[in-house]
């Protein structure tokens, strides 16, 4: 006996209309998403870019303020505006030293930002000279001191007697007393190539006589800050190869601009700031204006900062308080830090 199996329904699928429609609502919806994945993504962009500038100014400027604080430790009072210097290993070996403890020079014209470099000792015995005890005619004569102690092996020392320009030497051993006074080994060679060797005499005409004053400088810093392809920038000028040396600090900044703060009546007040010309003595600049420029890593696609940066109020590009951006800068986001930094050693005179 036959059985007869049911015959089963004709299967249902999707027509061609519903399937358009499927593909054109997964395609709205997935546009909306990527819009969304966009604006996050700008979003995220500037929020990150904006705090790395941020973090990277304040990093820059807290590094070159604690250098500032202490420029011109040791200099004040030497009544010389440069400091006679001579090293065997650099070309040309006799190269006159600025005495100033700041020193600003526009680096980069086509951006506007500066080159600040700074001076000081980082002896704990700067601020206590000691005079030199016998006449010292040459700079391979025997210097004999009233006291010798704190300098040691290695210590740079400036010889000064106003007018006349002051003279850098290197102890070659540490300060030895002997009978009253002390005797400050100078000698050339070896590790002490700050001395010139005999006959290659680097002191004024005279030499220096009884009562010429000599501070202790340590191992001398001289420091020269500047911004370089987005970072900024330190050389370290004792150091022979400092000019294919530099260190790079910190990342993210675009300029760094500064300011004298000149006391031209000696009142102990700043009475201007400018950015030239060089003050003629150290104990005219008593403070400096110091402003960095981080900048974001990405760029925008269009403008997002305004034609001229304003660094501090009433800065401009001509008092050196402002600097222009090109229309390539203008699509990057910039953050600007400012201060005005005492220079107190030269304010309280040691």
Known sequence: MKTHQPIAGRSQGFTLIEIMVAMTIGMLGIMIMMQVFTLFLGQKRTTSGAADAQENGLIALYTMERDVRMSGLGLVGL??????????????????????????????????????????????????????????????????????????????????????????????QDGNKTGSTWNLQHNPGGAYDWNPPGGHNIFPAGGYGAGARVTNMGSMVNREYYVQNGSLMMRDLTQIDSATNPVALVNGIFAIKALYGKDTNGDGYVDTFVNTPAPAASEEVIAIRLAVVARAESNERESVSPATLVLWSGGTVANGGAIALSTSDRQYRYKVHHTTIPLRNIIWGV
């Open 79 to 172: 009544g010389c505006t440069t400091i006679n210097t001579y090293n065997e290993d650099r070309t040309p070996q006799d190269l006159p030293m600025t005495m100033l403890p700041i020193l600003l020079a526009l680096d980069n014209p086509a951006v506007g930002t500066d080159k600040l470099t700074v001076l000081y000792s980082n002896s704990a015995f700067a601020n206590i000279p000691t005079l030199v005890t016998d006449p010292m005619p040459t700079s391979s004569a025997i210097l004999n001191v009233s006291n010798g102690d704190g300098f040691a092996q290695g210590n740079l020392f400036i010889i000064s007697e106003p007018p006349k320009a002051c003279s850098l030497a290197q102890a070659s």
